[in-house]
């Protein structure tokens, strides 16, 4: 079972930050959060990953809260092309048998024009 | 870099035959590969896990005989739907972790995805 509650849907008007909340209560001291996305028909897209410290690219920041019972996924200026399911997901970094990425039900964003 | 392809992207095929996808890491080795199924507005459910050169590990529920993995290289990993069924007809979905060397170490990217229909 997913390890992860993250809300169904969400919307967002385009060009404003789209903030996608998950909560991951039980995570473990070695487990990484990690967030990917899916488009419509197409493969998952890895977007980011962290541990406890707040972790920014080029596509997006990932907030982790000091206990990492629960983090917030920030698109800063979002666009149609990011309307998506995102899915939140706990693992262990290094590789193993066990480390397995398990996909919840993750989150619809919709982002309005 | 870090791009897995799948082949064929779609594919038509009639019950009682048996069909073949290929998933290939482009631009890095990937000791373990997984196959994933998706089922229209559903998650992806994880069917297997393969590891060069050995077996696969099938997750609860997923028949082995019917979904036949093999993994003979760093670089390419096939899935054999035997005797497909319209209720296989499904988006399948290959994902690689890299090998554990530089910054895509133990990272695992994922294909684009093939959608199977049997008729």
């Known amino acids: 079972d997913a390890k992860t509650t993250q809300p169904p849907s969400m919307d967002c008007a385009e060009g404003r930050a789209a903030n996608l909340p998950c909560n991951h209560s039980?995570?473990?001291?070695?487990?990484?959060v990690y967030w990917y996305r899916q488009i419509h028909s197409q493969g998952p897209q890895y977007i980011i990953h962290g541990l406890k410290n707040n972790e920014t690219n080029e596509m997006a920041s990932l907030i982790i809260t000091e206990d990492r019972k629960s983090s917030t996924l920030i698109l800063p200026h979002a666009t149609l092309r990011d309307t998506a399911v995102y899915y939140c997901?706990?693992?262990?970094?290094?590789?193993?048998?066990?480390?397995?990425?398990?996909f919840g039900t993750g989150t619809l964003l919709a982002v309005q024009p | 870099g870090a791009v897995v392809s799948q082949h064929p992207s779609w594919v038509i095929c009639k019950s009682g035959t048996s069909v073949k996808i290929e998933c290939r890491s482009l631009d890095f080795q990937a000791t373990t590969m997984f196959w994933y199924r998706q089922f229209p507005k559903q998650s992806l459910m994880l069917m297997a896990t393969?590891?060069?050169?050995?077996?696969?590990?099938?997750e609860q529920g997923v028949e082995k005989d019917k979904f036949l993995i093999n993994h003979a290289s760093l670089t390419l990993s096939t899935l054999t739907v035997t005797s497909a069924h319209p209720e296989d007809s499904s988006f399948y979905i290959c994902?690689?972790?890299?090998?554990?060397?530089?910054?895509?170490?133990?990272?695992?990217?994922f294909g684009p995805g093939t959608r199977l229909t049997v008729t």
């Open positions: 393969s590891n060069e050169g050995s077996k696969a590990t099938y």
């Open positions: 994902s690689a972790r890299s090998k554990g060397q530089g910054m895509t170490a133990y990272e695992q990217y």
């Open positions: 039980t995570i473990s001291g070695n487990e990484y």
């Open positions: 997901i706990v693992r262990p970094y290094y590789g193993g048998a066990t480390n397995k990425l398990i």
